[in-house]
């Protein structure tokens, strides 16, 4: 059994556990700390994320883009905006720009730009990174934690843990961040899927990649929760896209708990305006139009010149109009096809999937650690930071945001260097 001697751990090779590793190595020198990956290699998850580019935060940050544990996100977020990511990513000699929506990328527009950076850092700084390192046991030896595989112990004073959650398999997660937690006697609130597409009761198959630029409401009890707006894509078992995404969180907090934000409800649903640049009168009136010029076509085909010409075949379907043609719509017809193409009605029908969900929510909250610091109550010494606490982001660079801020963090209160290093 090989015996490793360090200043720290952190266990988990993503953006958090590169931050974190940073932060100590920065703090306690060469040679001070060891990062252990149970995958092959580190990074997995970062390199998909932003589909390759990477969205690595936002100039908007604020706690109003975070979910969960209101303690920790005023802690990490409060004090760690878009200007002291950029610093951080300065620091290690990355560019980043904006876009025109405020999300942040590396101005190579490549997520293995970010990977190399942290990895080049951490080599720069003497940070050993041991991958395929399962960790089969932590315990308490003379004030020290001793990290144990199947063929090396680490022994260490200060451990991190970054082990991230179990979303987007594909990318290797899996759920042995919370058993290390279990191991550890730490609690945790339940973790459901977040920012994933929703399945709904109405399966359009004819709609299957279909992709519309508009506006979704979420209805809980018929009362607008969240809207949201973008492009709306269209799938076998209901519907995606990032203005979904952001509503899916609400979704499976339904169907885990039956309320939403606390907040009882009995019925959801999500109202789709896929016409939302038209108030209901202007697009009244331009079909009126359209059915002077579409003559002899079928109603199916009124909407065509607005959106996919399957998605108004299913709109015309949808008001038992498909068996006319455009000219004989009457007056009252035509207010049907605009309300419905105002408002194409979606029931969920279940809680998002993990499989294809970008975050978890839920995880390690204030009861276990102290927000301030990120260090379990129970293990002194012990800090855990990234997916693994009970703290979710909107779409747009937030999650990632969080990742490096909580990582620097628990790194700066673990070597004592306070709010210097974060
Ligand atoms: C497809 C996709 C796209 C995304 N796009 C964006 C985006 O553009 N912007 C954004 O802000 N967020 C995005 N996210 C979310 C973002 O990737 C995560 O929030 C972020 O990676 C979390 O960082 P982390 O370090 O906490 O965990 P992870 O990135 O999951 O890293 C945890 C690491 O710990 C390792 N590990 C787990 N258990 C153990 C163990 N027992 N021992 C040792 N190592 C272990 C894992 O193998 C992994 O390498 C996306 C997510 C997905 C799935």
Request: hydrophobic share 35%.
């Amino acid at each position: 059994m090989e015996r490793i001697n360090v200043k720290a751990a952190v266990i988990g090779g993503g953006p958090s556990g590169y931050a974190a590793a940073i932060g100590l190595a920065r703090k306690f020198g060469g040679n001070s700390t060891v990062m252990l990956e149970r995958q092959a290699k580190t990074g997995r998850k970062l390199l998909a994320t932003g589909n390759g580019r990477c969205n690595i935060s936002n100039e908007n940050v604020s706690p109003e883009h975070y979910h969960g544990d209101e303690n920790i996100i005023g802690s990490v977020i409060g004090g760690f905006n878009a200007d002291a990511l950029k610093g951080f990513f300065t620091s290690l000699g990355v560019l980043l720009r904006s876009d025109s929506e405020g999300r942040i990328y590396p101005y190579s527009n490549q997520a293995v730009t970010i990977l190399d950076s942290l990895r080049n850092e951490c080599a720069r700084l003497g940070v050993s990174e041991r991958c395929s390192f399962l960790t089969r046991s932590i315990r308490r030896e003379n004030g020290r934690f001793v990290i144990t595989s199947d063929d090396t112990e680490v022994f260490c004073e200060k451990l991190i843990i970054a082990a991230g959650s179990k979303a987007f398999p594909q990318s290797g997660a899996d759920d042995s961040g919370y058993g290390l937690l279990k191991m550890l006697g730490i609690g945790y609130k339940e973790i459901f899927p977040a920012l994933c597409p929703i399945s709904t009761a109405e399966k359009y198959r004819s709609l299957k990649g279909v992709r519309a630029r508009g506006k979704v409401t979420l209805l809980a009890d018929g009362k607008a929760l969240k809207e949201t707006q973008g492009e709306i894509q269209f799938t076998d078992s209901g519907i995606s896209g990032i203005c979904v995404f952001e509503l899916s969180r609400s979704v499976s907090e339904f169907f885990l708990k039956g309320s939403i934000d606390g907040v009882t409800c009995k019925k959801l649903q999500i109202a789709a305006d896929l016409v939302s640049s038209l108030s209901f009168p202007e697009l009244c009136s331009y079909l009126l139009t359209c059915k002077e010029l579409f003559g002899a076509a079928p109603a199916g085909e009124l909407l065509s010149g607005a959106l996919n010409i399957q998605l108004s075949r299913v709109i015309a379907k949808t008001c038992a109009l498909s068996e006319k043609t455009c000219s004989s719509l009457t007056a009252r017809d035509i207010k049907q096809l605009a309300s419905a193409a105002k408002r194409l009605t979606f029931t969920p029908s279940g809680m998002g999937s993990f499989s294809s969900a970008q975050v978890c929510a839920g995880g390690v909250g204030s009861d276990e650690v102290f927000p301030d610091s990120l260090m379990s109550k129970n293990h002194k010494g012990l800090y855990i930071c990234g997916e693994l606490l009970d703290v979710d982001g909107d779409c747009g660079g937030f999650n990632l945001h969080f990742a490096i801020a909580s990582g620097l963090k628990a790194a700066a209160s673990a070597s004592g260097g306070g709010k210097s290093l974060h």
